[in-house]
Nanobody, 124 residues
């Protein structure tokens, strides 16, 4: 079993930055690809960013490409999401999740473990 706990969310003005962290416990996540998803009120959950086990490859939704950066520190069992140039439309609950390598990093149904999420609110 893997437990994932997100932190780093909060309220920020448009154009600001936040860094989210996802700490894993119970089992190492170094053998999993990791992803960040978000869900805004009244909307479906959407893929934000993903990173492979060795961090060799990263993937981003078009809406965040060039603004967000996903990274991981397997020694710390932690995944990060650096969010810059935030916009009001980035407001959502952000969750991290773990997916076995070889499964789709874009599809939430492929993920085995999920955190509860952290709220990010961007004011205009």
């Amino acid at each position: 079993q893997v437990q994932l706990v997100e932190s780093g969310g909060g309220l920020v003005q448009s154009g600001g930055s936040l860094r989210l962290s996802c700490a894993a416990s119970g089992r190492t996540v170094s053998s999993y690809s990791m992803g960040w998803f978000r869900q805004a009120p009244g909307k479906e959950r959407e893929f934000v960013a993903g990173i492979t086990t060795s961090a060799r490859s990263t993937y981003y939704a078009d809406s965040v490409k060039g603004r967000f950066t996903i990274s991981r520190d397997n020694a710390k069992n932690t995944v990060y999401l650096q969010m810059n140039s935030l916009k009001p439309e980035d407001t959502a609950v952000y969750s991290c999740a773990a997916v076995p390598p070889g499964k789709s990093i874009y599809s939430d149904y492929a993920y085995d473990y999920w955190g509860r999420g952290t709220q990010v609110t961007v004011s205009s």
